[in-house]
């Protein structure tokens, strides 16, 4: 990222101090518009801008279109679970990698168990698979600790599930209740595809972006939400195709995009709860509508079983959100 280089006249001793004491690992972000801004900030060497609480990033020259505030870990930050200081953030970190590990077998699980007794096909399983263990896995952040390793600590879930899916779709074993759950056609193969593409993104999102930058959360809230709806509406109601692409429809190209789109300002807003990061709202709404706008188009093309859509959907958004917010 591109950091403004200050005037060595303007570094002032609290600028330094502060900048010593934060490392930026342990630093949450903040995007907001230029007005945004604080009134009363001086220059530190880092490029980073140092108020009497709060510290800016400035991505580009001063009149740059987008600031980012770093804040240390703090007050305002809250615990969802094991709150308190009798465990540490070692014993949380552990106990919320426990705990989502088994809600991962367990929803994997309860969807074999409503396949079997023939609830719900296994192509609505797949996708309802698709759609919740994404956004469940994400909802689930909170839970870990505000420490520098929380991140690593929460990728091992889609690290493991990286593992099962491999030594199942090599056939090194066999468990026909998890090939059911997550593929289209039952094939062991299958689940070094589209499966192992998602669980990736899940792993790459949680070590890059973490719960700290909007271009995760947009991310993982497309692919999981907004392509898991395009192929449940699709299915059902694609009657009018998309004039280049007779395999897509609009019902499923709309789904996606509003879908897509709601959950995305619903996962922004639940992790600006926690205070993970501050959002101006209306430029939000604005930039997560082109987001929505070009991942549903990019899912939309014909890709003659070329590109997975687990792996085009997620890196456009990225692709798109870094761009348009800045990091
Ligand atoms: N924009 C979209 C996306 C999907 N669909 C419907 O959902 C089905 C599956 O779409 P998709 O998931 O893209 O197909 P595949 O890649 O073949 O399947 P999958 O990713 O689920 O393995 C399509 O055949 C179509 O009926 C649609 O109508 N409009
Ligand atoms: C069917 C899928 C993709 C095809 O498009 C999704 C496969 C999902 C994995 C097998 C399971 C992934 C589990 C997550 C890493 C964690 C979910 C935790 C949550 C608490 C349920």
């Not at 465990?87 to 079997?116: E, I, M, R, W």
């Not at 509406?233 to 879908?259: C, D, E, L, Q, T």
Request: charged share 15%; glycine share 8%; proline share 5%.
């Amino acid at each position: 990222m591109a950091m403004a280089s200050p005037p060595q006249s303007a570094i002032s001793t609290t600028a330094t101090t502060t900048t010593a004491a934060v490392t930026t690992a342990n630093l949450r972000v903040s995007f907001l518009r230029p007005q945004f801004c604080h009134p009363r900030r001086d220059f530190c060497p880092a490029g980073l801008l140092i108020s009497s609480d709060r510290i800016w990033s400035s991505c580009g020259d001063a009149n740059s279109q987008r600031r980012l505030l770093l804040l240390p870990p703090s007050r305002n930050v809250r615990s969802a679970a094991f709150a308190g200081g009798v465990s540490g953030p070692l014993l949380q970190d552990a106990g919320a990698t426990v705990l989502v590990v088994a809600g991962a077998y367990a929803l994997v699980a309860g969807f074999d168990n409503l396949t079997k007794r023939q609830v719900i096909e296994q192509n609505l399983s797949r996708k309802l698979v698709h759609i919740l263990s994404g956004l469940l896995y994400m909802g689930c952040w909170p839970i870990f600790s505000t420490s520098t390793e929380a991140r690593y600590f929460a990728a091992v879930v889609p690290i493991l599930n990286f593992t099962r899916l491999l030594v199942h779709g090599l056939s090194l074993v066999t468990n026909e209740d998890l090939i059911k759950s997550v593929t289209r056609e039952g094939k062991a193969e299958e689940l070094l595809r589209g499966p192992l593409y998602y669980v990736l993104v899940l792993i790459l999102s949680s070590l890059v972006f973490w719960r700290e930058s909007p271009v995760g959360v947009v991310a993982l809230s497309m692919m999981c939400g907004g392509d898991g709806i395009a192929d449940i509406m699709g299915r059902r109601f694609g009657f009018h195709k998309i004039p280049y692409n007779k395999h897509k429809s609009w019902a499923g190209s709309i789904s996606m995009f509003v879908v897509g789109f709601l959950i995305s300002i619903g996962m922004l807003y639940y992790f600006s709860i926690f205070g993970y990061f501050e959002l101006d709202w209306v430029w939000t709404v604005e930039r997560v509508a082109m987001v929505a706008m070009v991942a549903t188009l990019v899912e939309s093309l014909p890709t003659n079983g070329g590109l997975d859509d687990n792996i085009s959907v997620p890196l456009v958004s990225m692709l798109t959100a870094y761009l348009s917010f800045g990091i």
